[in-house]
């Protein structure tokens, strides 16, 4: 439950961060990159918790 939960607010921060910061500039890395990115590994995990808890239930 606790794999889901964190996926899910990684999703969201995640996708916050890559519609709000399009237009700001950093030096290294750009913000709109990193919120699509976390969107993705966000939803990845929150997907695996979810199939993981699915095996657990079957056994």
């Known amino acids: 439950m606790k794999g889901?939960?964190?996926g899910i607010l990684l999703a969201i921060v995640g996708v916050i961060l890559w519609l709000t910061?399009?237009?700001v500039?950093?030096?290294i890395v750009s913000l709109?990159?990193?919120g699509l990115?976390?969107?993705i590994v966000g939803g990845?995990?929150?997907l695996l918790?979810?199939?993981s808890l699915g095996k657990?239930?079957?056994k």
Do not use: D
Request: glycine fraction near 0%.
């Open 37 to 39: 990115i976390l969107a």
């Open 56 to 58: 657990k239930a079957t």
């Open 44 to 46: 990845a995990e929150a």
């Open 4 to 6: 889901i939960a964190i």
């Open 32 to 34: 709109h990159k990193i």
């Open 49 to 51: 918790a979810v199939l």
């Open 25 to 27: 500039e950093t030096p």
């Open 21 to 23: 910061t399009k237009e």
